[in-house]
């Protein structure tokens, strides 16, 4: 399973609606979630593990699915980041 990162912009207009969105598709995945909207940045960010892109796409709220972006992400141990620099 890999790794993904959701990001879930809204509008300030959108926020409430966004947040029910994602409580809907249950708590769990709403604990995943760090929202920026209470200092103004109307977005949210969940590292998910899954399947595939199309996986993770699948968890997100039907409404949101085209719209919330998913990138795969990866940590580095120091080891690999030295690696690179021979």
């Given at each position: 399973?890999?790794?993904?990162?959701?990001?879930?912009?809204?509008?300030?207009?959108?926020?409430?609606?966004?947040?029910?969105?994602?409580?809907a598709t249950g708590p769990?995945?709403?604990?995943?979630?760090?929202?920026?909207?209470?200092?103004?940045?109307?977005n949210g960010w969940a590292i998910v593990?899954?399947?595939?892109?199309?996986?993770?796409?699948?968890?997100?709220?039907?409404?949101?699915?085209?719209?919330?972006?998913?990138?795969?992400?990866?940590?580095?141990?120091?080891?690999?980041?030295?690696?690179?620099?021979?």
């Amino acid at each position: 399973m890999a790794k993904y990162m959701v990001e879930a912009p809204h509008t300030k207009e959108r926020c409430l609606e966004a947040l029910d969105e994602v409580l809907a598709t249950g708590p769990e995945f709403l604990a995943e979630f760090h929202w920026g909207c209470p200092v103004g940045v109307h977005n949210g960010w969940a590292i998910v593990e899954g399947e595939s892109e199309s996986a993770v796409r699948d968890m997100l709220p039907a409404s949101q699915r085209e719209k919330w972006g998913i990138t795969e992400v990866t940590k580095f141990t120091p080891e690999q980041i030295e690696a690179y620099h021979q």
